[in-house]
């Protein structure tokens, strides 16, 4: 009988301290709190805006557009998409680290165009500020 009674209690403290070890574990230790390091990317444009002023028509005019990371986390852009297909964006699609800075080029081709241009680029992103509108205008002139 006490060896059935010691072999209960060897039981009991055993799956009392496996369970400890545990629940101590799934918090990251006893009394530590695990902290979150996932941060928040944010993508700050110098301007948001560029304007070619007059071009000539037929001509292909283009513009970088700077920004930097202003956020604690790495920033990846995932497109960037014009709202009309004489307009090119072009980005690096490596991770921008916070603080970093990058760039778009736009590209816009005046082929058939004539008078006041406006066209946009809306650039998606993992930023906090995931949609950013950049715009260009240029006076398309025909001599």
């Known amino acids: 009988m006490k060896k059935e009674v010691n072999y209960i209690l060897a039981l009991v403290v055993a799956v009392t301290m496996f369970s400890t070890s545990c629940q101590q574990s799934a918090r990251g230790g006893a009394g530590r709190m695990q902290q979150d390091t996932t941060g928040i990317a944010i993508i700050t444009f110098q301007t948001p805006d560029h304007n070619f ?11 970088i557009f700077s920004y930097t990371n ?35 080029e736009v590209v816009f081709d005046t082929s058939g165009r004539e008078g006041l241009q406006t066209k946009t680029v809306v650039v998606q992103s993992n930023a906090e500020n995931n949609l950013v509108i950049l715009r260009i205008i240029a006076e398309v002139v025909t001599n």
Not at 78 to 89: D, F, K
């Open 53 to 63: 002023g007059n071009v000539k028509a037929g001509e292909k005019v283009g513009c």
């Open 70 to 104: 202003t956020g604690d986390a790495d920033l990846v852009i995932t497109a960037a998409s014009a709202s009309c297909g004489c307009t090119v964006p072009k980005y690096d699609r490596k991770p921008v680290a916070p603080g970093a800075s990058g760039t778009i």
